[in-house]
């Protein structure tokens, strides 16, 4: 009985120290998707200085800086859309909004007062429209508003 018992502590403890060396992994392997994920020009503090450094980050078409609901600047092409769509979407409570149109992915991110219009012709991961939304913050806060 007593063999039997140690037997199972045993089993147990194999299977305890299994649970842990798996878990261990998945850490191990999260740790190394948010070093994936946040590529080093986030970690050293990159800013854009220019629409056009979105347009190339991105691969956009199109990109534009809008106050309120006038474009005061862009570059690339035409928007490929409706202005009136993009305009109506940016009066929304929102900070962020994807709009699928034309066979293109418009991207709207809002910060204060101004919103960046970001056309696409292919579907960006949530990771990319995370980082639209980071960079865009840091361009309206250390590079538009130190000129303004």
């Known amino acids: 009985m007593v063999q039997a018992l140690r037997q199972t502590s045993a089993d147990t403890v194999d299977v305890i120290i299994s ?3 798996e878990l261990k992994d ?9 070093l994936v994920q946040n590529p080093p020009f986030i970690q050293m503090g990159y800013v854009p200085s220019s629409l056009s450094e979105f347009k190339e980050l991105f691969r956009a078409s199109f990109v534009g800086l809008m106050k309120g609901s006038d474009i005061i600047e862009y570059t690339g092409g035409e928007l490929g859309v409706n202005e009136e769509l993009v305009r109506s979407a940016i009066n929304y409570n929102t900070d962020f909004m994807v ?10 991110v ?4 101004y919103s960046l219009v970001l056309s ?6 949530s990771v990319s429209s995370g980082l639209i939304r980071l960079l865009f913050r ?7 508003k130190p000129q303004g």
């Open 138 to 144: 840091r361009f309206i806060d250390e590079v538009l």
């Open 26 to 34: 998945y850490i191990n392997q999260l740790e190394r998707q948010c």
């Open 110 to 113: 809002k910060h204060n007062d």
């Open 120 to 125: 696409t012709e292919e579907y960006l991961d």
């Open 19 to 21: 649970k842990i060396n």
């Open 99 to 108: 709009i699928y149109s034309g066979n293109k992915y418009i991207y709207l």
